[in-house]
């Protein structure tokens, strides 16, 4: 038995169709590894849950009434974004789908054989981003040991490179036009794939630069990394809510919520 196999998934069904629902659960729960851990009628009720269970994969359907799946992916946060297995009676979305990274499509009805070909990639997926947690877990030690932000540390340890300077402004080009954001202008941040989605003031920029590269030309009094792909504008953060599990909520003066890990705590003494 391999690693990838001894791996549970914890899982979250999302589909208007009850009797979908129910098929979907039924075969989940009869496969070893799979932890079934809620079902959801639509997108609202979806991304509480996956707010609150942070599962490792969601099947998700497409067309449901008030907010599609692809428009339901688009509201949550990156750092706890799961794996997304789409499962729809469409094929018109695959596309769109493998846009927003999707593990994999599924057409119903979904064939047995096909459905653990799904569950044996996001398992490997999983298993990658195992590696990456414990990277984050020892650069947590050393913020905690040294008191220095992530972005400092990566500088120290890239102290060849030349250094960075930090902008007033950010040049966003989107086609053949470029915006010019003010760098204080904006909430929060985050990674998706190769892009950066830079949220300000109600509009989100799209950039296609790296976390390591942005991060640099932010003032690291200013904007600090709270989770793995977020970095936040402390000037936004209106309260900061703690969590039995050590983990924090950071509320912005825009109503947006984020959560903070547990290894950038330490980050909540820049708040006052």
């Avoid at 593990?103 to 064939?111: G, M, R, S, T």
């Avoid at 300077?165 to 080009?173: M, N």
């Avoid at 950066?196 to 030309?217: D, P, S, W």
Wanted: hydrophobic content about 40%; glycine content about 4%.
């Amino acid at each position: 038995m391999s690693q990838n196999d001894q791996l549970t998934l914890s899982a979250l069904i999302v589909d208007d169709e009850e009797l979908a629902r129910k098929g979907l659960a039924m075969r989940l729960e009869s496969m070893p590894g799979v932890k079934l851990i809620a079902e959801c009628g639509n997108a609202r009720e979806a991304i509480a849950a996956i707010a609150e269970h942070e599962p490792d994969v969601v099947f998700l359907d497409i067309q449901m009434p008030g907010k599609s799946g692809l428009e339901m992916i688009s509201e949550i946060q990156g750092d706890i974004m799961p794996m997304i297995i789409f499962v729809t009676a469409y094929d018109d979305y695959a596309v769109e789908a493998f846009k927003v990274h999707a593990v994999d499509y599924l057409l119903k009805p979904v064939e047995n054989e096909r459905l653990e070909e799904a569950i044996t990639i996001a398992r490997a997926h999983k298993a990658k981003d195992s590696l990456q947690d414990e990277k984050e877990k020892l650069m947590g030690m050393v913020v905690a040991l040294t008191g220095k932000s992530p972005a400092a540390i990566d500088q120290m340890l890239d102290s060849d490179e030349e250094l960075v300077e930090q902008p007033d402004r950010l040049a966003i080009k989107d086609g053949s036009s470029i915006t010019f954001v003010p760098v204080r202008d904006i909430d929060w941040i985050d990674a998706a794939g190769d892009y950066m989605c830079v949220h300000v003031q109600g509009q989100t920029h799209i950039m296609r630069t790296t976390m390591k590269e942005l991060e640099a030309k932010l003032d690291p009094s200013i904007f600090q990394r709270v989770h793995r792909s977020t970095i936040v504008n402390l000037e936004r953060v209106e309260k900061v809510s703690s969590h039995i599990n050590g983990e924090f909520h950071l509320t912005l003066d825009c109503g947006t919520s984020l959560k903070m890990s547990r290894s950038y705590k330490d980050k909540v003494k820049h708040f006052f």
